[in-house]
Nanobody, 118 residues
Framework: QVQLVESGGGLVQPGGSLRLSCLVS????????MNWYRQAPGNQRELVAT???????NYADSVKGRFTISRDKAKKTVDLQMNSLKPEDTAVYYC????????????WGQGTQVTVSS
């Protein structure tokens, strides 16, 4: 069973930075991708950043140039470095892992709150 635990959220002023980390436990040898999503109150959950099995990355237009997703295979972590934060980045951020074996398995963390406010 794959489990994900996020950390690193908090309150930050506009223009500041935060680094989110997601620790993954369990067998991810058939990893397809690791993602960060976010959900603001009243909004649908949106995909923020993806890092695929072989390291390619993709970002939502709203965070390009400000956020960076990275992975440490040995530590089984996936991080999201967030710079130049804006109030509209305020949301609960979720780590997501997709495993593909006989079918697709979708795993989620519990979420971590990021609040950008002065």
């Amino acid at each position: 069973q794959v489990q994900l635990v996020e950390s690193g959220g908090g309150l930050v002023q506009p223009g500041g930075s935060l680094r989110l980390s997601c620790l993954v436990s369990g067998d991810i040898s058939d990893l397809y991708a690791m993602n960060w999503y976010r959900q603001a109150p009243g909004n649908q959950r949106e995909l923020v950043a993806t890092i695929a099995r072989y390291g390619s990355t993709n970002y939502a237009d709203s965070v390009k140039g400000r956020f960076t997703i990275s992975r440490d295979k040995a530590k089984k972590t996936v991080d999201l470095q967030m710079n130049s934060l804006k109030p509209e980045d305020t949301a609960v951020y979720y780590c997501n892992v997709i495993i593909v074996v006989d079918r697709t398995y979708d795993y989620w963390g519990q979420g971590t709150q990021v609040t950008v406010s002065s």
